[in-house]
T-cell receptor, first 115, second 115 residues
Framework: DAGVTQSPTHLIKTRGQQVTLRCSPK?????VSWYQQALGQGPQFIFQ???????QRGNFPDRFSGHQFPNYSSELNVNALLLGDSALYLC??????????????FGPGTRLTVT | AQSVAQPEDQVNVAEGNPLTVKCTYS??????LFWYVQYPNRGLQFLLK??????LVKGSYGFEAEFNKSQTSFHLKKPSALVSDSALYFC?????????????FGAGTQVVVTP
């Protein structure tokens, strides 16, 4: 049973550029959440997608956007990159609320470095 | 404001000794509580959760945690630590109703188990 997968593993971008990160959820999961983990900190919630719609959003600017596809995979897009966007970006998948399953399963992350 | 705190940046323990990692939370209402572990350059691995029911929950790799509503705590414990338990541990809380799935993480506690 494949777990959560993310691509790419590492990415180096220049300030002002745009980046797209990708995530495939664990088999049987239909909800995808994205988190940003800066060095030495706990993950911070960016947003969550279910049924191809953004359901919840954390305190991140509109430069951060996402998408969920019919096969439940998801993308995270960040525009106009800032140096402060350098972080590990984690994707987590779960089953929808009301299914009785509450834990989220995380992928290995994408390490984004903005220079 | 809802928050989760891990008061210790680092916990040092000798192999074979009991391990405790502390977590307290501040919420209005009843939370869902989780523990995750992160190894270097890896994503987060789910250890255990408290949703409802028995206050003592058992999880993966011999870990357990006790939910204490009066003290608003959810401490992680392991009776006998192993060197391989050395990692970064995160407590996380999610809230019921419309905030389901938005995990709020503590800052993390680095566990160092010495032989």
């Amino acid at each position: 049973d494949a777990g959560v997968t993310q691509s790419p593993t590492h990415l180096i971008k220049t300030r002002g550029q745009q980046v797209t990160l990708r995530c495939s959820p664990k088999s049987g999961h239909d909800t995808v959440s994205w988190y940003q983990q800066a060095l030495g900190q706990g993950p911070q919630f960016i947003f969550q997608y279910y049924e191809e719609e953004e359901r919840q959003r954390g305190n991140f600017p509109d430069r951060f956007s996402g998408h969920q596809f019919p096969n439940y995979s998801s993308e995270l897009n960040v525009n106009a990159l800032l140096l402060g966007d350098s972080a590990l970006y984690l994707c987590a998948s779960s089953q929808a609320a009301g299914t009785g399953s509450y834990e989220q399963y995380f992928g290995p992350g994408t390490r984004l470095t903005v220079t | 404001a809802q928050s989760v705190a891990q008061p210790e940046d680092q916990v040092n323990v000798a192999e074979g000794n009991p391990l405790t990692v502390k977590c307290t939370y501040s919420v209005s209402g009843n939370p869902y509580l989780f523990w995750y572990v992160q190894y270097p350059n890896r994503g987060l691995q789910f250890l255990l959760k408290y949703i409802t029911g028995d206050n003592l929950v058992k999880g993966s790799y011999g870990f357990e945690a006790e939910f204490n509503k009066s003290q608003t705590s959810f401490h992680l414990k392991k009776p006998s630590a192993l060197v391989s338990d050395s990692a970064l541990y995160f407590c996380a809380v999610s809230f019921r109703t419309d905030s389901w799935g938005k995990l709020q993480f503590g800052a993390g506690t680095q566990v160092v188990v010495t032989p």
